[in-house]
């Protein structure tokens, strides 16, 4: 996708009007017919974790798409695959290292 700025997008009619976050909320207020003078309660989603806690959390799902598991159509990569699965193999847990591969 693209991005635009703000006055681009409303020219290009992909907004309705230029502002922040307290004007989308005096708007979400006036489209629930909460009165705008009214204090709302945000709440934030998802919930922000403690610092360690995201620094060691294991990462979110990816939506790439899987590391290759096979059937490659470009023979370098296919024996860099090989050269990855026998290291996995030969490795004490949790140590990879990769040996020098020529790509022709």
Avoid: C
């Amino acid at each position: 996708g693209r991005i635009w700025s703000g006055s681009d997008a409303l020219a290009l009619g992909l907004i309705d009007t230029l502002g922040g976050l307290p004007e989308a909320i005096e708007l979400a207020q006036k489209a629930a017919g909460i009165p705008t003078d009214k204090p709302v309660r945000l709440k934030q989603f998802p919930p922000k974790r403690p610092f360690f806690e995201r620094l060691f959390a294991p990462p979110p799902p990816s939506s790439e798409r899987p590391f290759p598991s096979g059937d490659m159509s470009d023979p370098a990569l296919e024996e860099m695959l090989s050269l990855i699965r026998q290291a996995r193999k030969t490795l004490p847990s949790g140590v990879l290292t990769m040996r020098n591969v020529e790509y022709r």
